[in-house]
């Protein structure tokens, strides 16, 4: 596992109107909210490491394969979200971080603790760590 990397499950509240999903549930300062859909699923969003921002990411529609790493240990860790099992994702500053989506037409909600003229990142190539990771395997 990466260090501070975490994955809170949600619940899901169901009645006859429909569903809701509280993502937050706790004093979260956000100052920037971003929903990211891709034109082909074989698109690879990765890598970048944020100096100092903390991230938060919903899938609001579909699946995604996130891969994270850190520099601290060599750790990676890979993590499926899908909306058919609503989770939070929290990535921390400084722990590398990228997806690619696993479904046509998702939909990914980012949230995050920095305004864009605060942000500051480093980006590398997405198959740093392997072409590999990015692959689905037969089970």
């Avoid at 990466?2 to 993502?23: A, T």
Wanted: overall charge positive; glycine content about 6%.
């Amino acid at each position: 596992m990466v260090e501070g990397v975490k994955v809170i499950d949600l619940k899901s509240f169901v009645d006859d109107r429909g569903y809701l999903v509280q993502l937050f549930d706790e004093d979260i300062k956000i100052k920037r909210c971003y929903v990211v859909s891709n034109f082909d699923k074989s698109t690879i969003r990765a890598f970048h490491k944020n100096f100092d921002e903390k991230k938060y990411f919903f899938v609001l529609k579909g699946s995604v394969k996130f891969v994270l790493s850190s520099d601290k240990n060599d750790k990676q860790q890979t993590i499926i979200l899908s909306s058919k099992n609503p989770q939070l994702l929290i990535v921390p500053a400084g722990v590398w971080n990228g997806w690619k989506a696993l479904e046509d037409d998702t939909i990914l909600i980012g949230f995050s603790d920095k305004i864009m003229k605060e942000h500051k990142d480093e980006r590398i190539d997405p198959f740093k760590f392997g072409k590999d990771i990015w692959e689905v395997k037969p089970r």
